[in-house]
């Protein structure tokens, strides 16, 4: 079947910022997470993270979570810090990761189970991080506005937001699509993941259907959970939608949210735009919203 009657089969995803809580709790498995997120980039920038926030005075909110990758090295490094995630499972996945970390190290985590949108912090941060393309799942300018402007609260004056965008420059996509006309499509296996008392072999393939007027990327996930016979004992579909937004973009977005200053970090892993945003003073409006 042509990959355009596939893709067909899959209604609209929702853009993280409206209430798609299934949405988000089907997309995101947590063992699907962990076992495709330990590429040598991915951790490249992990550890890279781990350097620019330091040793900081004030707590670190770790916004959109997950599986809690930086949350937990983060305490392990010393620094008190809240782990932010919308999804139950990824959030249990999280809790479950850190309780075999020493009770000193798990006394610095606090993890909170909601959206960001209603998230009103119980105290300030100094720094808030969204790693991994967080910013990508607000698919309009206003929906990005309200976002940073919700982590904009959660930060003290001068505070800083640290995201990234790892997706690649929209031009690649014509450049790899260019003779076929096809949809990109990208495999991969990853074995050796447990699931429950059993290690499987995950094998993955996405379809990736790039739209330049609205700069969206569609990619289409199937994964197959393998047994140790070759049998394929679970599969699933998954769309996400991503919004291919430039720094440019995000620092314009940036200042209507409060935030004074925006940069591309110079020595962000390659392949991966890390940008730091200053946070401004909180207008009166926004101290009432408190
Ligand atoms: C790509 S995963 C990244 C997880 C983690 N930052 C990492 O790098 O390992 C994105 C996570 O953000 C969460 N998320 C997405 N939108 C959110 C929102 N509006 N509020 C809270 N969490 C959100 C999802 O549930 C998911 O766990």
Known sequence: MPI??????????????????????????????????????????????????????HPVLDIGCGTGRLTLQLAKAGVRVTGLDRSDEMMRHAKQKSRALPRSTRRLISFVKEELHSYKMPNSYGIAVAMDDFLTHFLTEDELVTALSRIHLCLIEGGLFLTDLRIKDPRSFSQ??????????????????R??????????????????????????HVFESIDSQGRVNERRYKTLRQRLHSPEEIATAGERAGF???????????????????AGRRSGQEEAAR
């Open 260 to 278: 004074v200053s925006s940069k591309v970090l110079d020595q962000s892993p390659q392949g991966t735009r890390v940008l730091s945003l200053v």
């Open 195 to 220: 699931k429950g008392m059993k290690s499987v072999s995950i094998a993955s393939q996405s379809w990736e259907d790039y739209c330049h007027e609205a700069r969206v990327l569609r990619s289409v």
């Open 4 to 57: 355009t009657n596939i893709l067909r089969y899959f209604p609209p995803a929702r853009s993280a910022g409206s209430d798609s809580e299934s949405w988000f709790t089907n997309f995101y498995n947590p063992i699907l997470f962990d076992a495709g997120a330990g590429d040598k980039a991915n951790e490249q920038l992990l550890d890279y993270y781990l350097w620019l926030v330091g040793n900081p005075t």
């Open 176 to 193: 790899r699509r260019s003779g076929s006309g096809h949809p990109v499509v990208a495999w991969d296996v990853v074995h050796g993941v």
